[in-house]
C-alpha cells in the first residue's frame, strides 16, 4: 500500500517513482496450467510443483498418421542425494512389442547443443550434461524427435497392440523422450543409477517418475482424441487440423490415443468428469463402461482415498480382451465391448484401481510387477464386494484367484511372488502368481489386520507415497506401522525376496 499522510511533493515523486516497487509483481505460479488437470477441491493443495519434471512438447501428427514429428522442452530436476553427470531418457516406442521407431534427431542442454548416444536396445538415449547437475538444481533440455508410427496388419479383434494404429484407431502412449528413472544406491541397492530396463508384451514396460506435462498437439480434424489431462485449448489450424493443448495434474506418463469414429458420453464422479468413449455399434457397452467406471471411481475412492484428478477416461483400443492403464485413461479391448462383454465390468474395475496403485503409487513394473498388479486385481473384487455384495467378491476370490493357484500347485508349476517378469516360465505362470497369488496376498494382509485397519493401512499407504515411487521394503514398513508381527510373518510367508517361498 502507498502512504496516505505525506505532502504533495512525496505524492508526486512516489507517482513518479510508481508505487510498484513496494508492490514486487507476484511471482508467476508454478503450478498455474497445471491445476485444471486436478479436481476443484484439488487445486489449492500444496504441492512442491517445481520438483516435477516438466514436458512441454509440441507434436504435429502426418494426415495418414504414419508419422509424429516433435519437439519439447523437458525440465529436470535433480532431487539428489546423487549429482549426476548425465541424464538417460527412454524411447519406448522402440520396443520389439511397440514397434514404432523414434529417433532423436537434436539434443540441447539451456540452449547447448549436445551429444547423445543410443543405449538399451535403441529404447534410451544417454545425454552427457555439460556440467555437473548437483542435488537440488535443476536443468532444462531442448529436444527434437521423429516417430515412425506402426500400421498394422492383423486388423482383427483378436489383435493385441498396445502402439500404433489397428482397427481404426491409432495408440500413442509414451510417443516423447521420457526421462528415465534414476534410483540412488540408498534408495535401489539391487539397481542404482539410470533404469534402462527393456521390457516385453507379457508386462508393462514403462517406469516414470511423476511429472507434469503442457501438449500442443496438431492432429488431423476427423480424429476425435483421447488424452490424459485436461483440454485448455482446441483451435481449427486450417481447414484440417486441429491443435489442442492439454495439461496434466503430477502424472506418469501422457497418452493419446485417436478414433475417427469414437461416440463419447460424460458423467460426473466425486467432482471428477468421466467419459466413455465406443465405436459405432458398441453404444450399450460403450454406456456401461461409462457407468462401471464411475461406479469404481466412486468405490474404491471410499476405500483408498480420493482420486485427485479432474478427469477419467475409458475408451475402446485393439487390446483383444485386454485392459490397459493409463494416466486418468483406462483403454479396453474391443472384444470386452462384444464377445467378452461379461468381462467388461471386472476388466473396468482393475484399470480404474491401478489409478491408484500405477498412476499415484508408482512401482518398477519389470522387476516387481506383482506390487501394483496384485493390488489392482484385489480392488477389482473390492468394487465387486461394494456394489454387488461380499457373495459376488468371494465367488471371484475362489474361482479367479484361489483356483488359479492351486492348480498351478498341483501342476508343480508354483513361482515366488516378487520375480521380474521375465523370469516366469510362461505367460500364464507369470498371470497365475502375479495376479492370483498377488491378490490373496493383500487379502491376507486384510484377515490379519482386521477391516478397518486394513483400509486405515491402504489408505496412509496411499497418502504417504502418492506421487512417488515404491519398492517392495516400503509396503514392508507400512504393514509393520499397523501390526509389525504379522507384517513380518506375512512377509517371510508370501514374499521373501526373489528366492522366496512358494507355497
Ligand atoms: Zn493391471
Redesign the pocket.
Known sequence: MCGLSVGLAWMLWLLLAGCAWSEPPPTPDPGEPFRPGLRAQDRSTALAWETFPRYDLDIRLADDRRLLTGTGQIRVPNPGPDPWTSLVFRLYPNLDHYGGLLQVQSVAVDGHPVNFLYQAADTAIRIELPQVLLPGEQTTVQIGWSLAIPEWADDTPAAYRLFGISQGMTSLPLFYPSLAVYASAEADPARPGWWMDVGTVRG?AAFNRASLFVVTATLPSLQVPVASGRELARTPVDGYRTRYVWATGPTREFLLHLGKDFRSQSVEAYGTQVTSYWLPGQESAGRAALQYAAGALRALSDRFGPYPYSELRVAVAPLSFR???YPQVLLLGTQLYDTALDELELRTA??V??QWW?LLVHNDPVNHPWI??GL??YASGIYLEVVHGRSEAEMLRRRRWEAVVERLVAEGADAPLDLPVDEYASGAQYEAVV?GKGALFYHAIRRALGEETFFAFLREYAETYRYAIVEPSDLLEMMRRYDPGAADALWREWIGGRDGPIR
Do not use: I, P, V
Open positions: 508393462d485392459g490397459m492403464e482393475h484399470e484401481a491401478h500405477y501394483d498388479e489392482a486385481e495376479y
